[in-house]
């Protein structure tokens, strides 16, 4: 009987709650998968062979864009986290 009681006052979120929790670890898995696929494609261009001038143009590019993923992955985790905080259900 207590086991009821304590599942029937369980707080929920409202569906807007909802939308912002899934969107906020959709967003997530979406960068998890954006990082490694990066990795991946940075790899395979390691083993082909490389001139000077893709040399040149990774070692300006590749920190541009390293530094592009993490600010955008922190604003959006910023922006999502604090809806997710401020759409949690209260007691």
């Known amino acids: 009987m207590n086991n009821e009681k304590r599942y029937q006052n369980k707080y929920k979120?409202?569906?807007f709650g909802r939308i912002v929790k899934y969107s906020f670890i959709g967003f997530n898995?979406?960068?998890l998968i954006w990082i490694l696929y990066m990795i991946v494609k940075l790899l395979i261009r390691?083993?082909?062979p490389i001139t000077l001038g893709t040399?040149?143009?990774a070692s300006i590019?590749?920190?541009f864009l390293i530094i592009f993923i993490v600010l955008?992955?922190?604003c959006g985790n910023f922006?999502?986290?604090l809806l997710t905080l401020f759409t949690r259900p209260k007691k």
Do not use: A, K, M
Request: charged share 10%.
């Open 13 to 15: 979120r409202t569906p």
């Open 29 to 31: 898995i979406f960068y």
């Open 46 to 48: 390691v083993q082909s």
């Open 55 to 57: 040399l040149e143009s």
């Open 61 to 63: 590019g590749i920190p």
């Open 72 to 74: 955008t992955w922190l």
């Open 79 to 81: 922006i999502l986290g």
